[in-house]
Structures are given as C-alpha cells and as structure tokens.
C-alpha cells in the first residue's frame, strides 16, 4: 500500500515461458504401404522365371483399393510368361488337333492361341479385378505356413471356396467361383461351334477353374515358396 508521495522500489519478476514443443509421427497412409506390398510381390518369381503375383506372405498385408486390383490383373496379362504359356497350350491344342473348327495351319494355330489368352484374360480380369473391386475380397492367396501338415493342406483348399474380403474377415469366394463361371460363358462366343456345351462348358470350365486353384494353392503353401528366390525376411514384420 503506498500513500501520496511515498515510493517503493520491488525487485523485477520474470516469469518464465514454457518451451514450445510438438510431437509429430509420420507414417505412409494405406494406399500407400498396399502399393509397397505389390510391388514386392510383382518381383516374385518362381525359379525366378514364373510369376507369383498372387501370393501374399506378409502375415499383416492390408486391403488393395480397386485400382491396385486391377493394375495387379493387367501386370499379369503382360507378362512375357503368359504369353509363353498361352502359346505353348495352343500348339499342344494344334498338335492333338483339339478344337478342330479352327483347322490347321497358321490360321488354326492363331485361333487357339486368341482362345488361350481369351481365357486367361476373362478370367483373371473378371476373378481377380473386376469382382473383387465390386465384391470388396481380396483376390490373393495369403500363405499360411504354420501349424500342421493337415491342418496347411485344407486351408489351401478352402482357399478355393473362400477368401479374405477387404474389411479382413473370410467370406464364400465369389469373385473366384462367379469369375470362373462367366470366363466359362464368355468362351462359348469363340470356341467353334460343335465344341460349345452352353452352360455345360460354363460350368465344366468353372469347376475346372476352381479345381485349378485349389491344387495350385496347395503348391503354394508347401511348394512354390522355396523355389521363389529373395522374398523379404516377414516373419519379422510388425503389425
């Protein structure tokens, strides 16, 4: 308290300002970790030859978003060993005069080749990108590598029936057994004519479709991964 005319001298007081401190965590977005898991999977080649694109052994992969679907089908469909094998069926098709409407010759040959490839093209574009982006499951084959050789041998069978859906939850596969189905109908406008069955040859093509992936996940369970050269070391992969 000062009176009029009275004066007081007080020491200076400073008060102190807290630091000014921000913690920041940088980490890639979904989309972005998916893309790095493709492009992993894009390297690996049986024998280091044969493409193994569908195949997931990160133990945490995430979803694909439709355009990765779809990028995945078309790195397929280009790849020089689809050609290969898509060439080589339909000289084994021309040598056993399989599809005989399409006749011999060159001609004949180009028309079983266009079939082959019609097929591989229906069916993986259709199975593994069209259906699974509209579906929301995963088109991949996710490996499971642990527990007993029985327990291994009908989960990859399953496989063939089921799959993971994109909120990561198993669900009936119908991208596969609906792809197979109409990969099997759109066959019927290009093969010749006295080989069509309607939906015969729809549904022995998608029965064949299925069975093709069971016993290839089969391979890939307790096969294919030790014949793939430098897959990264998953097993330590973090969540």
Not at 3 to 8: A, T, V
Not at 29 to 58: C, H, M, W
Not at 71 to 84: M, S
Not at 150 to 177: E, H, M, T, V
């Amino acid at each position: 308290m000062l009176h009029s005319g009275e004066i007081d001298i007080v020491p200076e007081a400073a008060l102190a300002v807290a630091a000014n401190t921000a913690d920041m965590q940088v980490t890639l977005t979904q989309t972005e970790v998916a893309e790095e898991q493709i492009k992993a999977e894009e390297k690996q080649r049986v024998l280091g030859v044969l493409p193994n694109f569908y195949v997931s052994y990160d133990p945490h992969a995430v979803r694909l978003t439709p355009k990765q679907k779809f990028d995945l089908a078309w790195k397929t469909l280009e790849d020089p060993f689809t050609f290969v094998m898509v060439a080589g069926t339909a000289g084994v098709e021309q040598a056993q005069n399989h599809f005989a409407g399409y006749g011999q010759g060159a001609q004949g040959y180009a028309k079983r080749f266009g079939a082959n490839y019609g097929d591989a093209a229906s069916g993986t574009l259709i199975g593994a990108a069209i259906l699974p982006s509209l579906l929301k499951q995963d088109p991949r084959y996710f490996y499971k590598g642990t527990g007993s050789v029985p327990s291994r041998f009908l989960y990859a069978i399953a496989n063939s029936l089921i799959c993971k859906g994109d909120n990561g939850r198993w669900q009936i596969n119908y991208s596969n057994i609906l792809g197979s189905m109409a990969a099997g109908g759109i066959s019927n406008l290009y093969y010749p004519a006295q080989d069509r069955n309607g939906a015969g040859l729809t549904f022995e093509n998608a029965a064949i479709g299925i069975g093709a992936t069971a016993i290839g996940n089969v391979f890939q369970e307790f096969v294919v991964r030790k014949l793939t050269p430098k897959l990264p070391n998953y097993a330590a992969a973090k969540p």
